[in-house]
């Protein structure tokens, strides 16, 4: 069984850091990617990030880039996203799911963690 666990949300004050943490299990981790995806109150949901567990493919969103990072630990099966000098709109849910091929499409993603919230204040 898929599993995929968020931790390390919280509130944070405009231009500071969060590291969001994905503990995935019931897959070969080093085959699939894993992505984060956040959905803002009346938005949709949009892909942030992504990482190929072999090493290969690291993908952000251009609203995000140069601010954070992914990064993963196949020996822990987690993936971390570390979020730096952060804005208001970066508030939402963060979510981490099973992204195959990084492709950052919501449409296709079967599994789903169950989100953690992030809130920036100006």
């Known amino acids: 069984e898929v599993q995929l666990v968020e931790s390390g949300g919280g509130l944070v004050q405009a231009g500071g850091s969060l590291r969001l943490s994905c503990a995935a299990s019931?897959?070969?981790?080093?085959?699939?990617?894993i992505g984060w995806f956040r959905q803002a109150p009346g938005k949709e949901r949009e892909g942030v990030s992504c990482?190929?567990?072999?090493?290969?493919?690291?993908a952000y969103a251009h609203s995000v880039k140069g601010r954070f990072t992914i990064s993963s630990d196949n020996a822990k099966g987690t993936v971390y996203l570390q979020m730096n000098n952060m804005k208001p709109e970066d508030t939402a849910v963060y979510y981490c799911?099973?992204?195959?091929?990084?492709?950052?499409?919501?449409?296709?993603?079967?599994?789903w963690g169950q989100g953690t919230q992030v809130t920036v204040s100006s």
């Open positions: 799911a099973l992204d195959r091929d990084c492709d950052l499409a919501p449409a296709w993603i079967h599994y």
């Open positions: 019931g897959f070969t981790f080093a085959d699939y990617g």
């Open positions: 990482v190929r567990n072999s090493g290969d493919t690291r």
